[in-house]
């Protein structure tokens, strides 16, 4: 027997006219639906006149519950994954169905629609020709002081997702280890009260100390300054005598003109003042 397919099926975030035409004929179509919030999602799909059965998919039952529709999957049938709002497996366990699938060699398919981290980031103000989706920092403490430390010196723009009641602690963590970046929060995307709030860390700290946060929030953040990079290293390079930290680099398999040449970057140097320094204190 041929087997079925999963369809990713991106809902809409907040307004359900964003819901897409390829959406809904899908959702018509499968034999059965896996959604994060049955209740959720039965108003979903009353809003638009779809009945089709519905399976519960979540955090707590992905394990089991993966199975079953790995076998309703082999027995031929159609299913649909949705999530209460967006893209599933976008910090969501639809991925780890998603690779279930890709073990048993079933045949997923996309549904292109909204991604809230995207759309935060079309109207942050900040750069988007590079970027990396950071998702939710864990509430372990150790994890996440070693997620924002992994992150901390990235050049490129960060994004966060955050829930509000937790929206201020994560401000004062990030303001530890990133400083007084820019940073967008942005909120209850294509809802009512959608909102922008285009600031720094130490803005949004004090905002948030008087207003109490509401709704879902994307956080969008400057990367790191490269300028800022470069003189730190410089710094920290300072400290090693220049011979030595071109002798460590030939340590390390460089040839010699390959390593004056990295150390006069590294030291914002000429190569010439490097070679002639490292000569002279060869001598």
């Known amino acids: 027997m041929e087997y079925g397919k999963l369809y990713l099926c991106a809902t809409p975030i907040g307004n359900l006219d964003d819901i897409t035409y390829r959406t809904l004929e899908t959702l018509k179509m499968v034999d059965l639906i896996a959604c994060e919030d049955t209740r959720y999602s039965k108003k979903l799909l009353n809003h638009f006149e779809i009945s089709k059965p519905l399976t519960s998919y979540f955090e707590h039952n992905k394990i089991e519950k993966g199975l079953v529709i790995i076998e309703e999957l082999k027995k031929g ?96 963590d990030m303001f530890a280890y990133f400083g007084n970046r820019k940073i967008a929060l942005v909120r209850e995307l294509t809802k009512l009260h959608e909102e922008v709030k285009r600031t720094t860390f130490e803005e949004a700290i004090v905002y948030y100390e008087e207003n109490q946060p509401k709704g879902e929030f994307v956080l969008v953040i400057e990367g790191k300054n490269e300028e800022e990079i470069i003189e730190e290293k410089s710094k920290e390079y300072d400290s090693i005598p220049l011979a030595e930290h071109v002798d460590l680099l030939i340590k390390d398999g460089m040839d010699k003109k390959s390593a004056i040449k990295e150390v006069a970057i590294l030291r914002n140097m000429s190569k010439r003042d490097v070679y002639n320094l490292y000569e002279n204190e060869r001598d």
């Open 77 to 172: 049938k159609n299913v649909a994954l949705i999530t209460d709002a967006g893209t599933p497996a976008i910090s969501d366990p639809g991925e780890d169905l998603v690779r279930q699938c890709a073990d048993e060699k079933i045949d997923v398919v996309p549904i292109p629609g909204c991604v809230a981290f995207v759309n935060a980031l079309i109207v942050s103000g900040l750069p988007t020709g590079r970027f990396t989706f950071e998702g939710f920092l864990s509430v372990n403490r150790k994890n996440r002081m070693k997620h924002l430390e992994d992150v901390k010196d990235d050049v490129r723009t960060l994004i966060f997702y955050e829930a509000p009641h937790k929206l201020l602690k994560t401000l004062k």
